[in-house]
């Protein structure tokens, strides 16, 4: 029973860190403007939203699991305060803070129509702190983090983030020059 | 060196403009003490027909209007002394002539719309503009009702905008924005009046003569007078005042006459547009008349094309002055304008490609209304214009990639940014 | 009365989503930056064109009221800059 309990968090846990992985390439790929022949945009950013809301549902599973197993005793105490749990404090509560910040974005994402943009973008940015924190957290409490199927699992994670990230910032440089080459010489207005 | 011209019994009345800027004491002697704000000075403007000047033609007494009858809270006045339209200089030549003339209408405009500050907002380049303006606040600080102060603004074609100006008063940044109105939320995020200095001196006058007076001057659909600067091939380029319907060719023959045949003439500025020369003896620099005929008085910018000069290089040379001006915060503005003037200047100098005059008509048409300001749509405007003015050298410059005028490849006055 | 698509023209970046999603209503100049149709859009197209609000990554669309008159005709000069910016 207890066991069951105890797959369950680490399998809701890893597939939570797979589709945030996905979310974030998404992103970044809409951001970058990714495009194919045929492949609608829009597809793309709809992707990247729907695909956050059903993560949410897996971390969530997870995070309730993993407190309320009376396996673990860990309690909703050490899920809502970040690094209050005497089991593996620091790594635990690396997780506790990555689930602050995407309990944020979500929310202000959700809202996004009634807030301040700088506000909102803030916030989103903010991303790119809760997935490294989310990664190191499983790799230091996941008891799988010592298997090679977990690591693969996390490496390629690693992976799919880091081309994306590449070429996120290249297609960004790419955009801007485009910019920079459509007009002569500017005068300086400010 | 330019010189004002022989004016007419206005704005430019009094000592020679040459002589520097009016004094408070001789401002006072020659026009009486700034009058109290009447019952209804805003009436009065709006019976006046006083139209403003700084490019926009828009009624100076709705202006006022709209910005009195707010909700709630005090507003700001912001004199706009920018002018930022490279081939105008009658802002800069009125406030340092003038300074006091521009002060009492600001002060008054500060009156009537219940203004707690105003702001006077100067070209930094025009430094006899802002010494002269300086010293006039200085000697009014003491007895103004509201806070006065001065506030040089950086070179740029739209820093004279309306949302630029408020905004690099808020936040030092000269660009347009594409918020809520100044008259609603501008500076401070309080309503704002943004009223170019000539309207404001015009306002002056009308305050102490009234609205029959200012109406007597002007000899068709458009009553009163304004400032014009004539440049290009011109004997005596400047700026002069007259009285609106003066003939274009009453106007060049008051400054000396062309130094050339003329082909083509830049009305009201590069936002305005070429007028064709035939058009020169009977044309009457009046704001309705020239609307009529799809032409804009502007902000007064008469510029002579000489018969030398290739009508495609000027434009051309124009349109980079525009793309170069751009703030650069739209797409249709960054690419539509910068393919306009990049292809433009391809034709001019006789590599025109297939489809270009073609893509030209349909970029111009294609970035009206689509920035946050209307800088696209001036250069938009220009170009369609150019195309229809100066339609056989286009043709010559596509068809045959040669130019009528081959020594004016790197032509300069008009047109010259 | 009915609404009608107004866009921030800074904020817009020209992902150009909005014209793949409400293409009725939006299309895509050059340059990919939207062209948004005169008048007011009809009831059966609203979602579409709230869709387009949403997608967009900069919130740069939103709906305006606007009075029901017939499609205005591009003026013969357009305003000078000294006026301020419609929307």
């Not at chain 2, 027909?49 to 709705?62: D, E, I, N």
């Not at chain 2, 002060?103 to 500050?117: P, S, T």
């Not at chain 2, 009457?284 to 804009?296: F, I, V």
Request: charged share 20%.
């Amino acid at each position: 029973m207890e066991s069951l309990l105890w797959y369950a968090t680490r399998g809701a846990g890893m597939a939570s860190l797979i589709l945030f992985t996905a979310v974030g390439c998404l992103g970044m790929l809409t951001v970058g403007r990714w495009q194919r022949p045929g492949w609608p945009r829009f597809l793309t950013a709809e992707f990247h939203s729907n695909l956050a809301l059903l993560s949410v549902v897996f971390l969530a599973i997870h995070i309730l699991i993993a407190a309320l197993d009376p396996y673990t005793s860990l309690g909703l105490g050490s899920a809502l305060i970040p690094f209050s749990s005497p089991y593996r404090q620091f790594w635990l509560g690396l997780g506790g803070v990555s689930m602050y910040l995407i309990a944020a974005i979500i929310v202000t994402s959700l809202l996004r129509s009634r807030m301040g943009r700088r506000t909102w973008r803030a916030v989103h940015w903010s991303s790119y702190a809760a997935w490294p924190l989310a990664i190191m957290h499983s790799i230091g409490t996941g008891t799988d983090g010592g298997t090679a199927w977990g690591l693969l699992l996390v490496g390629g994670c690693v992976l799919a983030v880091v081309a994306c990230l590449t070429w996120r910032i290249a297609a960004t440089r790419v955009a801007r020059a485009r910019i920079d080459a459509a007009l002569p010489a500017r005068r300086v207005v400010s | 060196m330019s010189a004002i011209l022989e004016a007419t019994d206005r704005l430019l009345a009094g000592p020679s403009p040459a002589a520097g800027s009016e004094s408070l004491a001789a401002h006072n002697v020659r026009l009486g003490p700034m009058p109290r704000v009447g019952a209804d000075l805003i009436g009065t403007l709006e019976r006046s027909g006083l139209l403003g000047r700084g490019g926009a033609g828009f009624p100076v007494g709705s202006k006022w209007r709209s910005v009195a009858e707010r909700r709630s809270g005090p507003a700001v006045v912001v004199a706009n002394g920018a002018e930022g339209e490279p081939h105008s200089s009658k802002d800069r030549k009125l406030m340092a002539a003038r300074p006091h003339l521009v002060v009492d209408g600001a002060l008054l405009a500060a009156d009537a719309v219940g203004a707690d500050e105003l702001i006077v907002y100067v070209g930094a380049d025009h430094r006899a503009a802002v010494a002269a303006m300086g010293r006039a606040i200085a000697e009014r600080a003491s007895t103004a009702r509201v806070p006065i102060r001065l506030l040089e603004t950086p070179v740029a074609y739209i820093s004279g905008e309306s949302s630029a100006v408020v905004n690099f008063i808020n936040t030092d940044d000269a660009r347009p924005t594409a918020g809520p109105h100044p008259r609603d939320r501008g500076v401070s995020g309080r309503a704002t009046l943004v009223q170019n200095v000539e309207s404001l001196a015009h306002a002056a006058l009308i305050a102490r003569h009234g609205e029959d007076w200012y109406r007597s001057a002007g000899r068709g659909p458009t009553s009163g007078t304004a400032l014009v600067t004539i440049s290009g091939a011109i004997a005596v380029p400047g700026v002069r005042e007259i009285d609106y319907g003066t003939t274009l060719g009453e106007i060049v023959a008051g400054a000396g006459g062309a130094t050339s045949d003329i082909q083509a003439v830049l009305l009201g500025g590069y936002f305005g547009g070429w007028a064709a020369v035939d058009d020169l003896r009977d044309l009457s620099l009046d704001p309705a008349m020239l609307a009529d005929r799809g032409l804009s008085f502007g902000c007064g910018v008469i510029g002579l094309l000489p018969v030398e000069r290739c009508g495609v290089w000027a434009t051309s040379k124009i349109l980079d002055y525009m793309a170069g001006e751009s703030a650069r915060q739209c797409g249709p503005c960054i690419f539509g304008l910068g393919a306009i003037a990049e292809t433009t200047r391809r034709v001019a100098a006789g590599s025109a490609a297939p489809g270009d005059m073609d893509n030209l008509a349909r970029w111009s048409r294609q970035i009206v209304g689509r920035g946050a300001c209307h800088h696209p749509d001036g250069a938009a405007g220009l170009l369609q214009g150019a195309l229809s003015v100066f339609a056989s050298e286009f043709h010559l410059h596509q068809q045959d990639r040669r130019c009528s005028r081959p020594a004016a490849t790197a032509p300069r006055g008009c047109g010259d940014g | 009365m009915g609404e009608r698509l107004a866009i921030d023209r800074i904020r817009c970046d020209g992902y150009g989503m909005c014209a793949e999603m409400f293409p009725e209503g939006i299309e895509l100049d050059d340059w990919g930056y939207p062209i948004l149709r005169d008048g007011i859009i009809p009831d059966g197209l609203l979602p579409l064109a709230r869709r387009a609000i949403e997608v967009c990554p900069v919130l740069a669309l939103r709906l305006v009221n606007a009075p029901a008159r017939p499609q205005s005709t591009s003026p013969v000069r357009p305003r000078p800059v000294e006026s301020a910016p419609r929307s």
